[in-house]
């Protein structure tokens, strides 16, 4: 089992930046495809960046980048998002997520979630 924990979601203004955090806990390793997805009210999940734990490879959805940045600190066990330049369109429940079947952006394919932090951008 592996155990996810986000933080850092908030309020912010467009054009403004915040930066998410995930804990992971539990059996973590290198075989994990790592990512960050994202929900709107009334949308479906959807991917926005990945990166593989054992690498430094890192993938993001067109509508983020240039703007967003993965990145991971294999000693903390941690996975961050740098949003910067926001937009409203932005605004969604984010999740962190872990696949053991290698980098997919397919919701069924991630064997855990944490529980998601809320990001709002105002016009």
């Known amino acids: 089992q592996v155990q996810l924990v986000e933080s850092g979601g908030g309020s912010v203004q467009a054009g403004g930046s915040l930066r998410l955090s995930c804990v992971a806990s539990g059996r973590t390793g290198s075989r994990y495809f790592m990512a960050w997805f994202r929900q709107a009210p009334g949308k479906e999940r959807q991917f926005v960046a990945g990166?593989?734990?054992?690498?430094?490879?890192?993938f993001y959805a067109d509508s983020v980048k240039g703007r967003f940045t993965i990145s991971r600190d294999n000693v903390k066990n941690t996975m961050y998002l740098q949003m910067n330049s926001l937009k409203p369109e932005d605004t969604a429940l984010y999740y962190c997520a872990a696949s053991e079947s290698g980098h997919s952006r397919a919701v069924l394919l991630y064997n855990y979630w944490g529980q998601g932090t809320q990001v709002t951008v105002s016009s």
């Open positions: 990166v593989l734990w054992s690498s430094s490879s890192t």
